[in-house]
């Protein structure tokens, strides 16, 4: 897909001023020395991180705030200018920056951003259970559905086939990709309601969909699904959405009909930006999905590079699943072990179509 089918501009938007990121600046350092060798991913990191970040801009923080908790018809919010190390190290080759304090002032400052959108988490599944992760262009991953690739990454919800999906994401730049053709895409449900038929909504609000494990998750070389879910929900003005269009699997005729009526009408109406240096995307894990247009990886440490983080908004429901004092997910085998058994993957009856024969 060429980026030019997308339009951008729509997406709502804070430019922190050269005075606001200078302040956050000083506060990232702040936040890096009070760290120092501690583990980013537990309770008394994250301490450190949301007192720094009640002194940000009181203007992101206002605009941060209202994006949690009312959102936005879009479902993503633009940060620019927000502030990265002055020497960045390579674009990590193989997906992982080796320590996090090479790039310092920019984990800090998506960690500080994060904290006001909710609880950050990691999942022990994804990259080793980080809670701020490297997007990175990986060679001989070209094709693969995951950030790990080049070509067009379908549109998602990130990880919908988790119990404990995030409900925020950010992505951070530290570097575009040489021809600024890998463009971040979101699309959210209550922009193409109106675009939608009554009869798509109607299916695409029962649980007659599930999602595929993604390859990290599904361990033991298993091919494990979600339980059945609903691509819509909530109020008719304020959908919520879980879509993957890649990994989510129909489980009847009717069902695939209206997920790929919402394919199509959500493709013709996305948001695309072209991510630079320091702009920092968040993304309302209910209300849009994201993906990104392809780009060409040259692997020699100058590719693009974003960096990855995830916040959940109530993390008392996850104290099952988190050794005391982490921010860290089990893995999902083990998790869903402790569960009733997963469903059946056999469609459901009730007349809302005819099967999908293998
Ligand atoms: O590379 C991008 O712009 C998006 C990648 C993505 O979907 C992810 O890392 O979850
Ligand atoms: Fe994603």
Known sequence: MSSTEFEAGDLDEVTLTDDEAALMRGLCAEAVEAIGNADLGTQATMTTVELLGCRLPERLVAALVTFRCVGSPGGALLVR????????????????????????????????????????????????????????????AEHQQENSGSAYLELHTENGFHPFKPDFLSLLCLRPDHDRSGQTLTGAATRVRSRLSESCVAVLRQPLFRIQFS?????????????PVAVLSGPADDLELTADFHAMEPMTRTARHALDELDAVLTASLTSVALDVGSLLVVDNWRAVHGRTGFTARYDGTDRWLRRCFAVADLRRSRAVRAAGSRVFAPLTAILADRSPVQSPAPLSGGTGSTISA
Do not use: C
């Open 81 to 140: 200018n927000v502030p990265v190390d002055d020497r960045l190290p390579t674009t990590p080759t193989d997906g992982y920056l080796p320590d996090w304090r090479a790039a310092g002032i920019a984990t800090a400052a998506q960690l500080m951003v994060m904290s006001h959108l909710g609880n950050i988490i990691g999942y022990a599944d994804e990259k080793r259970g980080r809670v701020v992760q490297d997007v990175a262009p990986i060679a001989g």
């Open 215 to 227: 390859s990290s998750f599904a361990q033991l070389g298993s091919t494990g699904y979600s339980e």
